[in-house]
């Protein structure tokens, strides 16, 4: 599915193909909250890297994050202008970069099950609202953005 998103200000805009599409993982990780604001819930979605293409990338900057002193592989894209998180991505998996959601311009596929994640280090007031059918997890679940896809047949 080919994705198009931006920023909020407009500053940046992309598009990417997209065969995972369906945002239903939720993460409330502080990274996430902190990074892409509210209760976390940075949602990512699964691309091909090599399909990437940017307008405004001399605005687009990113941020490593830090975990027990060790700088993560995970490079998070955001808006120099106006802060919106935009994608991540990673060395460790070149082929894949993960658009957030959140900056999606295009209508997404709903999701028939949200997988709720990191729930052992959400902020006590980001309560997840847990849907019948939804799984949670205190870290990050064993199936792969992939496999979840492949599994509900939402592969596109």
């Given at each position: 599915?080919?994705?198009?998103g931006?920023?909020?200000c ?5 598009a ?8 239903y993982?939720?993460?409330y ?5 902190k990074?892409?604001?509210g209760g976390?819930?940075?949602i990512?979605?699964?691309?091909k890297?090599e399909?990437m293409r ?5 605005r687009?900057r990113t ?20 802060g919106s ?13 993960h ?6 311009d295009t209508?997404l596929?709903?999701?028939p ?7 052992g280090?959400?902020?006590n ?7 019948e ?6 870290a990050?679940p064993?199936e ?13």
């Amino acid at each position: 599915m080919r994705l198009e998103g931006s920023c909020h200000c407009g500053a940046v805009r992309f598009a990417v193909e997209a065969p995972h599409p369906v945002p239903y993982m939720l993460c409330y990780c502080s990274i996430c909250r902190k990074t892409a604001g509210g209760g976390g819930y940075a949602i990512n979605l699964g691309a091909k890297s090599e399909t990437m293409r940017v307008e405004g990338e001399a605005r687009v900057r990113t941020y490593n994050a830090v975990r027990d002193g060790t700088p993560s592989t995970l490079q998070r894209s955001f808006c120099s202008l106006c802060g919106s998180a935009l994608w991540a991505y990673s060395p460790k998996w070149p082929d894949l970069i993960h658009p957030h959601a959140s900056a999606i311009d295009t209508d997404l596929p709903l999701p028939p099950e949200r997988a709720h994640i990191m729930l052992g280090s959400r902020a006590n007031w980001a309560e997840p609202c847990l849907r019948e059918g939804d799984t949670s997890f205190d870290a990050y679940p064993n199936e792969s953005l992939a496999d979840w896809h492949d599994r509900m047949g939402k592969s596109q």
